[in-house]
Nanobody
Framework: QVQLVESGGGLVQTGGSLRLSCLAS????????MGWFRQAPGKEREFVAS????????YYLDAVKGRFTISRDNAQNTVYLQMNSLKPEDTAVYYC????????????????????WGQGTQVTVSS
């Protein structure tokens, strides 16, 4: 079992930056692949970024490549999502997710691949 708590959301103007954090508790954090997802009103939840157990492999939604960076600190049980050059279309509730895995370098993009989810944090980008 792992519990996930996101923080760092808020209201920002177009072009601004935010850094989301997700603190994990429970089983050893380093045994989990971590992902960030988002859900805008009236839309399905979509993959944003994921990072392998070691941090050596990352994967991004095309729409956020070059603007968002996922990272993790296994000593602090935390995964981050640095979001730069924010756009109104980035407005959504952002969720942290975790999946236990044996592989050190795998990442996952599918919502169904993750078994643990946080409660979400709202990100609003004004135009």
């Amino acid at each position: 079992q792992v519990q996930l708590v996101e923080s760092g959301g808020g209201l920002v103007q177009t072009g601004g930056s935010l850094r989301l954090s997700c603190l994990a508790s429970g089983r050893t954090f380093s045994t989990y692949v971590m992902g960030w997802f988002r859900q805008a009103p009236g839309k399905e939840r979509e993959f944003v970024a994921s990072i392998s157990r070691s941090g050596g492999s990352t994967y991004y939604l095309d729409a956020v490549k070059g603007r968002f960076t996922i990272s993790r600190d296994n000593a602090q049980n935390t995964v981050y999502l640095q979001m730069n050059s924010l756009k109104p279309e980035d407005t959504a509730v952002y969720y942290c997710a975790a999946r236990f895995t044996v592989s050190i370098d795998l990442t996952y993009r599918q919502t169904s691949a993750y078994g643990y989810w946080g409660q979400g944090t709202q990100v609003t980008v004004s135009s």
